[in-house]
């Protein structure tokens, strides 16, 4: 399981390129620095995730569920689990799982960080303090649809769905995150 020190190591090295994503980054330690069990889905004030926002090859397409509880085309992603060793590590995880395409690549830092409040499947209102990466898929990947979405398609980076401003805005952050980042599997 993400060990709180080490998702704090995690963001301590990220030099978010805004000012409203390093005050976030901030709250995000000064939590994890009191919280012990931030990593852990049980954590009921609200917990880490890690989510990933899965580009085609080209870096013009991203790859998107159809959420099943929340009825929205989102990103890839979720909670920490067990065998992860970084929130890094979950978000490749989470993004291979979701979209059954192997050879997946990640940037070495976050890109964006958002909060918000989500009934979790422990069915107690809390908040996702997500953290997400930018991912990049190999030439010819092909997506399969896994039990944890209703569907997958590729989007065109300026033809996003409406419906979900944190999307936007993460699309956004990805978009000037390749051209500054590592991007590499773990």
Same mark, same amino acid.
């Given at each position: 399981m993400v060990a709180a020190a080490t998702a704090a190591a995690e963001l301590a090295a990220w030099t978010p390129d805004r000012?409203?994503?390093?005050?976030? +980054?901030?709250? /995000?330690?000064?939590? *994890?620095?009191?919280r012990p069990d931030a990593c852990l889905r049980s954590c009921a004030p609200g917990h880490l995730t890690a989510s990933a926002l899965v580009l085609d090859a080209a870096g013009e397409r991203t790859l998107l569920t159809?959420?099943? +509880?929340?009825? /929205?085309?989102?990103? *890839?992603?979720?909670?920490c689990e067990p065998g992860d060793a970084s929130?890094?590590?979950?978000?490749?995880?989470?993004?291979t799982e979701e979209s059954g395409i192997d050879g997946l690549s990640i940037s070495e830092h976050p890109v964006h960080i958002d909060v918000h409040p989500i009934t979790c499947s422990l069915g107690v209102p809390t908040r996702h303090l997500d953290v997400q990466y930018l991912v990049r898929a190999p030439a010819g990947a092909v997506e399969r649809i896994s039990d944890e979405s209703d569907d997958l398609r590729w989007w065109r980076?300026?033809?996003?769905p409406l419906g979900d401003a944190a999307l936007i805005e993460l699309a956004a952050a990805a978009a000037f995150g390749a051209q500054r980042q590592n991007i590499s599997s773990p």
């Open positions: 000012p409203a994503q390093d005050a976030l +980054r901030h709250a /995000l330690l000064a939590f *994890l620095d009191a159809l959420h099943p +509880r929340a009825g /929205l085309w989102l990103q *890839l992603g979720g909670h929130l890094r590590a979950a978000a490749l995880r989470e993004a980076l300026d033809g996003l």
